[in-house]
């Protein structure tokens, strides 16, 4: 019985020791290091790469750079009061990890209390990727090495990409057809009668997601509300687009030009037929991306109509000028 108590007086004792690495900073800050690296600490004005979570202290995750494979990149701002998150990036060097938690009373009394949040803090797990110190170097030779730093990290995402591809294939079990193009698709339904045309209007279903399964725009209400992306101005109803006619990405129009009317498919897009090397809103550079869609209908063309309108969402759009 006495070795029994001893034991689990031992295990308190862990447990203690492990709760002790959370420690408080100017402000209400709390912060926490997982992985402590020589070297000098973030400055105002550094080029800082990190890999971000930001949630609150209830888990409800409001930003996430793994979604997207990419860190986030930014030139460190000024702290805009004490104990805010710039305060708690200022501790920390290259390589580092660590857990940032700002007190949302400290946010309020600077700014208002954001809606919506609930609980004490905002939680950053934050993972140091790179740092570019500014220091005493001149503008040019500074923005030099960021830029250098740019293309040295889009090169590997070029590089990543047919294995990103040959990965998620494999591990959603997708039967795919490859194009002489390199669009990747797997038709799960088949529809019925003769494909689509050029000049011909396609009334579609679809959900767009990442590498990730994180879907980040549909025009279905149910996978909206599953994904949170859920706007309550937007009509979820199968959408017009036009074939054809360079409008969308590459990816998107050559796949929706593989159905007939009924069918459903799976698109796995490379960035070459989608956002490039610049990328688009969610979707870093050299990114492919997967879409879920089903050919509702099919309307032919009628001459005397007026031109159906340029249907609008994220993944609505031709992919930039390269």
């Known amino acids: 019985m006495r070795k029994n108590l001893m034991l689990l007086a031992l295990a308190a004792i862990g447990l203690a020791s ?9 402000g209400g800050l709390l912060y926490e290091m997982h992985e402590d690296k020589d070297g000098a600490t973030v400055k105002d004005s550094d080029f800082v790469s990190i890999n971000l979570i930001v949630k609150t202290d209830a888990d409800s995750v409001m930003a996430n ?15 805009q009061f004490k104990g805010d998150f710039q305060s708690g ?9 660590a857990t940032i938690k700002v007190n949302l009373d400290s946010i309020a009394k600077a700014s208002g209390k954001p809606k919506d949040l609930k609980g004490k803090y905002v939680v950053y797990e934050v993972k140091v990727v790179k740092v570019i110190s500014k220091g ?16 040295a990290e889009a090169a590997k995402m070029k590089n ?46 679809y959900a767009v997601k990442l590498m990730s399964d994180k879907v980040f725009d549909t025009n279905i209400k149910s996978e909206a509300q599953k994904a949170k992306i859920d706007n309550p101005m937007r009509p979820y109803t199968p959408m017009r687009v036009p074939i054809g006619v360079g409008a969308f990405i590459a990816g998107w129009d050559q ?19 989608a ?5 688009f809103q969610q979707v870093a550079p ?8 089903e050919l509702v209908d099919i309307v032919h063309p009628n001459p005397n109509a007026p031109k159906p309108a340029i249907p609008q969402g994220p993944a609505m759009q031709p992919a930039p000028q390269q």
């Open 18 to 26: 492990c709760n002790s690495g959370q420690k408080k900073g100017e």
């Open 65 to 79: 750079s793994y979604d997207n494979g990419m860190p986030f990149t930014f030139p460190v701002p000024k702290p």
């Open 89 to 97: 990036l200022n501790l920390l060097s290259e390589g580092d990890s």
């Open 136 to 151: 005493k170097l001149t503008q040019p030779v500074f923005q030099g090495r960021v830029e250098e730093y740019f293309k």
């Open 160 to 205: 990543a990409e047919p294995g990103k591809i040959s990965k998620y294939i494999a591990s959603h079990n997708i039967k795919a057809t490859k194009t002489a193009t390199g669009l990747n698709y797997q038709i799960t339904k088949p529809g019925t009668g003769p494909v689509i045309g050029k000049g011909d209007t396609a009334v579609v279903n």
């Open 255 to 273: 796949g929706l030009q593989l159905l007939n009317k009924g069918a459903k498919a799976t698109l796995v897009i490379p960035s070459s037929l």
């Open 275 to 279: 956002y490039g090397e610049r990328g």
């Open 286 to 293: 050299y990114t492919p991306i997967v879409f879920e869609i």
